[in-house]
């Protein structure tokens, strides 16, 4: 029983920790799940076809998007950027998801710091319509915020837990060769009383 608690006391923080980095990991791949790439994005047939362009730069701390919807003659429909501020537990993104009722994909630009400043682009009738993310489905605004939690909150907190468990393992190492240390001094002079 001695050993098992020992045992017990010696693996379960680090198998904590470890169920936090596939909990993290189960979670980003979640979120991403119904999130595809907007560069690329193709709305429409033959005439009323439009295709999206996503060209994205990070300058420091600031990710940049640009966007332009173009028509088959290369002719532009919508041009328009998006910075995110990543700094300070933001982030954001420009994806290709379901943020409304009709059966196309939107092109979504979200961020966390950019909230209000956030659109996604509505195909109607061939035409590219810019929308605030206000307006979007609750199901969509939902997925922006787990989003965030999983890609930029979570990850974090393996790493600030890992303080914590370094501490601990500190801790019981120093208490288990303070043990050894005492139980090596005590065995000699037991040994030595005796006739």
């Not at 996604?120 to 605004?141: I, M």
């Not at 999983?150 to 890992?162: E, H, I």
Request: contains cysteine; positive net charge; charged residues 25%.
């Amino acid at each position: 029983m001695k050993r098992f608690l020992k045992w017990f006391f010696l693996l379960a923080p680090l198998l904590c920790w470890f169920g936090l980095i596939g909990y993290c990991i189960v979670g980003k791949s979640r979120a991403n799940k119904g999130m595809g790439e907007a560069d690329g994005l193709v709305w429409g047939s033959g005439e009323s076809k439009v295709t999206v362009r996503v060209v994205s730069n990070l300058q420091g701390e600031i990710r940049k998007h640009s966007i332009t919807a173009t028509k088959p003659n290369h002719a532009a429909l919508l041009e328009t950027e998006f910075s995110v501020d990543e700094d300070m537990w933001g982030g954001g993104f420009v994806k290709a998801m379901q943020a409304d009722q009709d059966p196309e994909l939107e092109v979504v630009a979200w961020g966390h710091h950019e909230f209000k400043e956030s659109f996604f682009l509505d195909y109607v009738d061939g035409d590219v319509l810019k929308r605030p993310f206000n307006e979007a489905s609750p199901e969509a605004r939902e997925k922006a915020r787990y989003w965030h939690e999983t890609n930029v909150m979570n990850p974090k907190v393996p790493l600030f837990a890992f303080f914590p468990l370094a501490a601990y393992y500190t801790l019981a190492a120093m208490i288990l060769l303070i043990l050894r240390f005492v139980r090596r001094r005590r065995i000699p002079s037991s040994s030595s009383s005796t006739p």
